[in-house]
């Protein structure tokens, strides 16, 4: 996941919003991921934005990209402790190889 | 349950032994893929399947590791004479082929089997 860079920790209180930022390196990526992998388990796809969009909501989720910056975040509203977790933004510059960050850990504390 | 199963979740073994791990994809899903993920990393790709077809190999695939999908469905992933680092979760997943016009074709992940060689 060297093409795909992410900040490894974020700590959030409940409640608030929490936002994890991405950067990627392949313009050619036409979606772009966000999964989520709790402890011991395996990954759980969150959402996807096609590559000519700005933004995608869904429930408390918000993807926003800047293809100009490859740039690509996400923003979970009213942060809950059941979002704790790690999250990985992944690119797939072809159709069929999904490259993933390092993650991020979010951390939810009362 | 019809989401990716994979079989065993955890697996010890000692250094040179062999072990196979199982993956069961989605039923209606020509796509199969595997990959690893070592702690604090994301995964990285190994492996995937079209059909019965293995249509490519990641450089991390040394020649201990062998994946087959026999009949299309299951896959399973060998690693002969397995080293300490080879110990890591091994992933798989799914999907279906894009449809003509392209489109995206999300990858499920199974729960993952955890490997530690001692």
């Known amino acids: 996941g060297e093409d795909v860079e992410q900040s490894l920790f974020l700590s959030v209180r409940e409640g608030d919003s929490s936002v994890i930022n991405c950067t990627y390196t392949d313009s050619s990526s036409t979606y772009l991921y966000w999964y989520k992998q709790e402890p011991g388990a395996g990954l759980q796809l969150l959402t996807y934005?096609?590559?000519?969009?700005d933004m995608k909501q869904d429930q408390r989720l918000t993807v926003l990209l800047n293809k100009k910056d490859k740039h690509l975040s996400l923003r979970i509203a009213d942060t809950q402790t059941g979002d704790s977790a790690i999250y990985f933004c992944?690119?797939?510059?072809?159709?069929?190889?999904?490259?993933f960050g390092a993650g991020t850990t979010v951390t939810v504390r009362a | 349950d019809t989401g990716v199963s994979q079989d065993p979740r955890h697996k010890i073994t000692k250094r040179g032994q062999n072990v196979t791990f199982r993956c069961d994809p989605i039923s209606e899903h020509n796509r199969l893929y595997w990959y690893r993920q070592t702690l604090g990393q994301g995964p990285e790709f190994l492996t995937y399947f079209q059909n019965e077809a293995q249509l490519e190999k990641s450089r991390l695939l040394s020649d201990r590791f062998s994946a087959e999908r026999p009949k299309g469905s299951f896959s399973t992933l060998e690693i002969q004479r397995t080293e300490q680092g080879d110990s890591a979760m091994y992933l798989c997943a799914s999907s279906s082929l894009p449809g003509l016009a392209g489109g995206q074709e999300t990858q499920y992940f199974g729960p993952g089997t955890r490997l530690l060689v001692l």
């Open positions: 992944a690119e797939i510059p072809n159709d069929y190889k999904l490259s």
């Open positions: 934005i096609f590559s000519n969009m």
